[in-house]
DNA sequence: CCCCGACTGGACTTGCTGGTCCATTTTCTC
DNA sequence: GAGAAAATGGACCAGCAAGTCCAGTCGGGG
């Protein structure tokens, strides 16, 4: 959706089997990314990986490396909202919050400390615009989640109708980035829970008067 | 404190002209790996800026690179609780922090899209625990502050008895930290002053009933 | 004042990595 | 089934950047 600017041109012409390679290519990077970090990873890690060859690295992704390490962040980006689905797009009631929370907390312990997004930003990010779209998109699609579920809440009367959703949706967000980015530090979730329970907890407290810790 | 193993046989044979020639180094190193960030800096970047010849590098950091890089990282770390100062140590009254919190946001908004730990962290990061240490100990020092200034809150009577001073710093942190990030990425501020503010929006709620956004 | 060790300069080596090139095989299309 | 286009293999190249080395200067303590 980002990266179909440049090199569209190909997808049209890719049969079959060139289509599997290259979806082939992009996973396996995006494996070898996760384990040793995009700053060491070379592109022979990547072909041993793969079983592919040099010329197929370049045939597929014309304009090298960064190429396709930005094709890669599509690929990761688009699974962080997929990991979340469906409690993500139903988020009217405090169970599926719950449930969500819950889905966030055990997706990222589960990746640990292997931050595929953050690092890839960090390689390709000055370079190009291209990484920087790539990471705003998803924060806006993924606040503009968090905001709808908000409103939900608001039209079930379950948080205050005074609740600005954008900014409260704005700070979640910020808290599960946070949490997130300490635990990639630290290997430790706690910041991320922490972050996630004071959360909801604000918008529980802002209906009733006091705040349940 | 951290890279206090090492190499510090050789800080005590340091010459002050030694000594200044090594600051000069950090220093400089810091300003073009802000700049620039570290994937694309070399050693000759940090020589031109520093005015200094290869050998100086590597007679003032014999592990070469990889110890330049974690000796400015514990710089930069050091810079980002001095530079809260003297706000994050007292934090207890309303008033304060929210000049804490305008300190914060104006730190950051100046230093713009340039990310001195956390490129320096992904680069350094995985390859020993030495970046990871310096990071930690970072957290939890910023952390342990926040939970004092909520303690202080208490004692005031300003907040809630019931609150947990230390998941409310966990999740405060969390939030900056991860404003912080999506700053980088979107060059926009609104989530980092978000965290902030309904941060300490929920704090003022625990006391009073209801919350004012 | 002299001498040893700290300090500096910069040429040189070396390994690696992204990228190129062309020959060969496979696959689609007519 | 034949020709073209796509897919693949792998040798090869060029540049760059980290790290080495030694020769020369400086500086301070005895």
Redesign the pocket.
């Given at each position: 959706m980002v990266e179909g600017r440049h090199a569209d041109v190909?997808q049209d012409?890719?049969?079959?089997?060139?289509?599997?390679?290259?979806a082939r290519i992009v996973e396996g990077a995006a494996g070898v990314l996760r384990e040793q970090g995009p700053a060491?990873?070379?592109?022979?890690d990547i072909r041993a990986r793969t079983?592919?060859?040099?010329?197929?690295?370049?045939?597929?992704f014309?304009?090298?490396?960064?190429q396709l390490l930005l094709a890669v962040a599509q690929f990761e980006a688009d699974r962080v909202l997929e990991d979340q689905q469906p409690h993500l797009g139903r988020l009217d009631t405090w169970e599926s919050w719950q449930e969500w929370r819950d889905a966030v907390v055990e997706r990222y312990e589960r990746q640990g400390d292997e931050c595929p997004l953050g690092s890839l930003f960090l390689q390709v990010g000055r370079s190009g615009p291209g990484a920087r779209a790539i990471v705003t998109e998803l924060m806006r699609q993924w606040q503009e989640d968090l905001a709808r579920g908000i409103r939900s809440l608001r039209e079930n009367g379950l948080v205050s109708p005074s609740l600005d959703a954008d900014r409260e949706a704005a700070a979640l967000l910020a808290g599960i980035q946070g949490g997130v980015t300490i635990m990639m530090s630290t290997g430790d979730s706690t910041h991320l829970k922490a972050a996630l329970d004071t959360a909801v907890a604000h918008l529980r407290a802002s209906l009733h008067g006091t705040a349940p810790v």
């Open positions: 190909m012409s890719l049969t079959a089997k060139g289509r599997a390679t290259r060491v990873t070379t592109l022979d079983g592919t060859s040099k010329s197929q690295l370049f045939h597929y014309p304009q090298g490396k960064d």
